[in-house]
């Protein structure tokens, strides 16, 4: 079934004046006074009522949104900066409240029962649970909280290297580490690694602080670690604590092999008695590192093709992007580490935030985030905003899957076969090295926030005795002890999302699966990835994934089964 992409048109308001913008507090409580007072004798009155509240939380998430991305973009600018943290400090902590009492309000109406159960139910489970966990008191944490996650960014932004008289951001410094010459290679390893260690000890204070303020959140709404409450918090209702244990040891006896495998096979190419931190990337001396485009114009342009040929619906969605301007793609001082893709509730239409020096992962990126994307897009249509607020197991799946449909078509980028050859492995290399990353990161959360009060030796302790056992234990690290110890911090996550990275791991395993489905029958895949994409959060997880034709299971056996699938494709592209 193939679908005619439609422009987004932005929805009328209804309950909101057309012109209406958020200034302060003062010009937004009204509408939430109005909302909390109005009376529900009817279905039809709560189907209104919900309604309004959708238009209210999109023309406030929209605004939130635009004030993260203009600060993400320009770091250095103070204006940017101090719109985010009003946000953040006088607005956010005020609503909080009213959202309490507009979800009791919910909950409590004779006609909630009414709603279609087969369209709220994922909603007002949600509802429920958030419900449940409101705290007054830990409404101004979670403020401060919001602006100490914020200073990553800021002291990640700063951080860069000088290489042969030019300064490069850590994002634009990776490419060197895709040298073929091995020197240059350790050199810009050095630096980069000198200077993550530079500020050390100012990240592991920012964290502690961190640490102490989501404790004291879990204490105050009942919960004995912060763990416990952060998987309430993320409606974790489709998995639990047991089971990212189960995905951790699955990763372990199936994942590993593979990746040693792969390290092995890098080792063999590139003729080193020793692989080394810098090597991992590495192609052969006499082989250029791949130069899939020159600038962010190109690398859109390219996409947008790669997107067309795969489905035109998908890229129907970039062309659109890019004429709205929603695509920041280039690295640039001042300007926040990674990418990400910003959905715009009131608009509809995304922004993808990037930071490409000319790579190959920086493809990857704009594959995963304009699958992302077109996930924003196919949803859009859903009636309420809350409709669209789906789980980041899904969202990821949306993602990793597009990058691996995509695949076939990166000829776009790479006019000669071994190169597009070489880029299709890097992109089955990376999956398989993530998935161990994710299931040391996970692993790693688990530890610390069931640990309140470590020291920060403990904590490098529990860092590094995680870090092995999933480890293939092939790179020697010698001389670089102290930045491996401390190689947690390059994590964005655990600074400012935490506990959100195991749906990393879960949607990568359901991507791979969508990806045998694909090779299969490709249309047949496209459609039921779209379908999914389309329910938003109006279904469970476990639902979504069967409409996208597959499981939701990551235990051992299904992991294993999932590896056994990837061991020919791998050796159809050389891998012995």
Known sequence: MSRTFVPLKKKDRKFLPADFKISDWENV?????ELQKRDLNNKEQL????????????????????????MTCDTTNKEYEAAFTYFCMEIEPKMKPYGFELNK???????????????????????????????????????????????????SGAMSVEVDGKEYTLQQAVKFLHSPDRGIRETVFTKVATRRLHDKDQLNELFDKLLTLRQQIAVNAGFENYRDYKFRELGRFDYSVADCFAFHD?????????????????????????????????????????????DGNELTAKAIEVFNRLQPYFSGC????????????????GKAPGGYNCPLAETGVPFIFMNAAGTM?????????????????????????????????????????????????????????QELKRAQLEEMERIISVLPWIATIDKYQHWLYTNPGHTIAQREAAWLTILNEFSTGITDWAGFEEYRTNFW?????????????????????????????????????????????????????????????IKFDFSAGYVKELADFVVPVLKERGVA
């Open 47 to 70: 189907t209104k009522w919900l309604e309004d509240v959708s238009e209210l939380e999109a023309v406030i998430s929209e605004d939130a949104c635009w004030r993260q991305i203009n």
């Open 105 to 155: 309000k919910l909950l409590a109406c004779p006609f909630t029962k009414e709603l279609d159960n087969n369209l709220f139910f994922p909603y007002l489970r949600s509802v429920d649970n958030a419900a449940k966990l409101y705290r007054d008191e830990n409404v101004p944490l979670q403020a401060d909280m919001s602006m100490l996650a914020q200073q990553y960014g800021v002291i």
């Open 29 to 33: 409580q009204p509408y939430f006074e």
């Open 250 to 294: 699955a990763v372990r006896e199936h994942i590993i092999p593979l990746q040693a495998m792969l390290v092995k096979y890098r080792q063999k190419r590139l003729g080193v008695d020793t692989m080394r931190p810098w090597d991992s990337d590495a192609e052969p001396a006499g082989t250029e590192p791949l130069h899939p485009f020159k």
């Open 361 to 417: 992962g920086d493809v990857i990126t704009m594959m995963h985030e304009g699958g992302h994307a077109v996930h924003s897009f196919l949803s859009d249509p859903l009636a309420l905003s809350a409709f669209k607020e789906y789980p980041m197991e899904i969202a990821e799946l949306a993602s990793m899957s597009m990058e691996l449909f995509t695949m076939e078509h990166w000829d776009v980028f790479f006019s000669d076969d």
């Open 318 to 333: 970039l062309q659109t992007m890019q004429q709205m301007h929603r695509l920041d793609m280039e690295s640039r001082k």
């Open 489 to 549: 911090q390059k994590q964005l996550h655990l600074f400012e999302v935490p506990f959100y990275y195991i749906e990393y791991g879960i949607a990568q395993l359901g991507a791979i699966a969508m990806w045998r489905q694909y090779r299969l029958n490709k249309e047949q895949a496209l459609d039921n990835y779209m379908n999914a994409l389309s329910l938003g959060y109006t279904k469970t997880l476990k639902e979504l994934y069967a409409t996208a034709g």
